[in-house]
């Protein structure tokens, strides 16, 4: 196993640790770090080992990472509706 499919394991071990624990903010800082740690290991991973598996691994974690996903989503669905900056 590579290091990048490695790393990318041990990113996805941490963040179900994480989800594990309690949290004042309903886990939004932890959510946060994971996606600064996680772009660079899916760029790693990519890189290594093509474009089909580091799709495999974005949707493994935005599976893990899904209300920052939601919330995306809900936000750029209102940017296209509503036209430019009004």
């Known amino acids: ?19 594990m624990t309690s949290s004042t903010d309903n886990h939004w800082r932890h959510a946060y770090g994971l996606i600064i740690i996680g772009i660079p290991i899916l760029g790693y991973v990519t890189m290594q080992h093509g474009p089909w598996l580091g799709l495999l691994v974005l949707a493994a974690g935005c599976s893990v990472l899904r209300w920052p996903v939601v919330h995306l989503m809900r936000w750029v669905r209102l940017r296209s509706f509503r036209g430019p900056a009004e």
């Open 1 to 19: 196993m590579t290091l990048s499919l490695v790393l990318a394991c041990f990113w996805a071990v941490v963040a179900n640790i994480l989800a």
